[in-house]
């Protein structure tokens, strides 16, 4: 059979499936609705939902619980009738599977793995990201878009949000899910999977690009130089820049507030910087400390 | 031969009907008010709700959907302990015996698994919807956070599951997944500056997790008591936090300008 048909249709795989199917509809149902509001604000009319009217739970509401509850019942009951759940063979601590992957909601976190070493992709990066989602109600100080669909009104939030979520969260999934193979090589859907395939992969550090050892004190300190530049640099440019351009908008925001979103917006970006690096300018570490590499 | 009406009212006016609902419900504004508040289960409802909120386009019903998940994985999950061992010795062949003795046990175990790879989605979707009408903010945002951490536990639910067949598959998923845990920072072995702690693959974070330095006996307990008690626990609790502070905070958003 073709690999990719393989791979969708194997059985835990086709959550997957479901899942970009309903991610695509709903996003394309959210954006559709927040451009319809877009316009009926951009009129000066009041949008979807402003209504002071009230219905009654018993039974609007209750019916129509009612009836999404048999609908979804339905759906999991054909779903499991259609598919069995697999079971592989007892589990066997010396025999280890190539390749070995996580729940496919950890896909993600896997897949940074490529990019940076354990203790930033398994620990630190996924704590800083249930910390970012619980704090985005306390950085985000705009006012407006509080409780109805709109793009335009809080652009910024909803463009960052959706490349976390979309880019960073799910498309890594996909990736994780389909498009790895043994030795979590990139394996296209019409590819075969090949155990024996060896990639030479020619991986230098940031600093052998200027011709410097990366693990002498000359390449300690141009890592060291680079990363501080990164995070300095990172996190004073955007005060700078509203200093200048909107200082109103710094004075509101607070030193606290800025300091915790900009924090978090660079350390979401090292990681597309990281792959860019990576995959394009083959560059494996930026800077090698005798206790960690990064 | 008695007619429809005469039977009803053989059902409805005795001392047991009269015992368990109480009252008729005639359709007036009063009866439809007591219907919810008058209701265990429909009491987690104001007695009204604003039009908008009923609007399937605008929630989804999503976080609603994420509940019945959860309310049918409590169920099955509940039926399958009944089948199961959490022993190395034993899990694996219960599952087989799921498979091939147990009356309707594939369609239960398939029910169990669906219906979670279903709630993780369900569960990111809500969370996406209530970004996208900006219903985190005032005066919703602590709700935002004990989101956040269902959202998380949700995860962690899955997970653990994962073992409990004892097959190749969860064994190495979660070995890929403990592993993380020898690489926090100070706490795991593998870890930046553990070695400051003395830290050693005996004494850290993935042993804690573990029960032990490997995936074995210990692990599959851990994992199926985080998965069957204490995590569901720890999430019916805060679900029961969320859906008060949906009242509280003044029922699903409606714009605020």
Redesign the interface.
């Known amino acids: 059979m073709n690999p990719f048909i393989e791979i969708i249709t194997q059985p ?1 795989n086709i ?1 997957i499936v ?2 970009v199917f ?2 695509t509809f ?2 394309v ?2 954006f559709q ?2 451009f319809h509001n877009d316009r009926l604000l951009a009129a000066g009319l ?17 019916r ?2 009612l009836i ?2 048999l609908v ?2 339905v759906g ?2 054909i ?3 259609a ?11 010396t ?3 190539n390749p ?7 896909l993600g ?2 897949e940074l793995l490529v990019y940076f ?3 930033l ?4 990066l996924p704590s800083l990201i ?1 910390v970012g ?2 704090a ?3 950085i ?1 100080i705009n ?8 793009f335009t009104e ?1 652009k910024w939030s ?1 463009i960052i ?1 959706s490349f976390g ?1 979309f880019v960073l969260w799910l498309l890594l999934i996909v990736i994780g899910v389909f498009f790895r193979g043994p030795g979590w090589l990139w394996y296209w859907p019409w590819q075969e999977w090949d155990h024996a395939r060896v990639v030479f992969e020619p991986f230098r550090d940031l600093s052998s690009v200027v011709g410097v050892d990366s693990r002498s004190l000359a390449g300690f300190i141009i890592g060291a130089v680079v990363t501080g530049v990164y995070l300095v640099g990172g996190m004073v440019a955007p005060y700078l820049y509203w200093k200048k351009n909107h200082p109103e908008f710094l004075t509101q925001l607070g030193m606290i507030r800025y300091i915790t979103i900009v924090f978090l917006f660079i350390t979401m970006m090292s990681i597309p910087i990281k792959m860019v690096l990576r995959l394009v300018f083959l560059i494996k570490y930026v800077w090698i400390t005798p ?2 590499s990064i | 031969m008695k007619s429809l009406p005469e039977i009803t009212d053989k059902v409805k006016k005795n001392l047991i009907w009269k015992s368990i609902f109480r009252r008729d419900y005639r359709n007036t504004v009063r009866d439809r008010a007591q219907a919810v508040f008058g209701n265990v289960f429909l009491h987690l409802h104001p007695v009204q709700v604003r039009e908008s909120a009923v609007k399937l386009r605008f929630t989804w019903g999503m976080g609603g959907i994420t509940f019945f998940a959860y309310i049918l994985l409590i169920i099955t999950g509940v039926v399958l302990m009944f089948y199961y061992h959490p022993s190395i010795d034993q899990a694996y062949t219960d599952i087989k015996d799921l498979e091939f003795q147990v009356p309707f046990g594939v369609i239960l175990r398939n029910l169990h698994r669906w219906g979670a790879h279903f709630m993780v989605i369900v569960v990111m979707i809500h969370m996406f919807r209530v970004f996208m009408t900006g219903s985190y903010k005032a005066p919703r945002q602590f709700n935002w956070g004990v989101g956040v951490i269902l959202l998380v536990l949700t995860f962690l639910l899955s997970f653990t599951g994962y073992l409990t067949p004892w097959d190749q598959l969860g064994f190495w998923a979660i070995t890929v997944g403990t592993n993380m845990g020898a690489a926090t920072p100070l706490l795991g072995y593998q870890g930046p500056f553990s070695e400051f702690l003395h830290i050693t693959p005996f004494n850290d974070v993935r042993f804690a997790l573990l029960g032990g330095a490997l995936v074995g006996g210990n692990a599959l307990l851990r994992s199926y008591i985080w998965h069957c008690v204490a995590i569901p626990l720890v999430a019916t609790i805060l679900m029961f936090v969320h859906f008060w502070r949906v009242r509280k905070d003044g029922g699903i958003s409606k714009p605020q300008k």
């Open positions: 835990d959550a479901i899942m309903m991610v709903f996003m149902w959210a609705q927040a009041p949008v979807d939902g402003e209504t002071d009217k009230f219905v009654d739970t018993f039974k609007p509401l209750v129509i619980e999404i509850a979804v019942m999991l009951t779903w499991s009738i598919v069995d759940a697999p079971l592989e063979e007892i589990a066997n601590p025999l280890t599977p070995a992957k996580a729940p496919w909601y950890f976190l896997q070493d354990p203790w992709a398994g620990v630190v249930v989602l619980i985005i109600p306390y985000d006012p407006k878009g509080n409780g109805y669909y709109t809080r909803i949000f979520f206790w960690f």
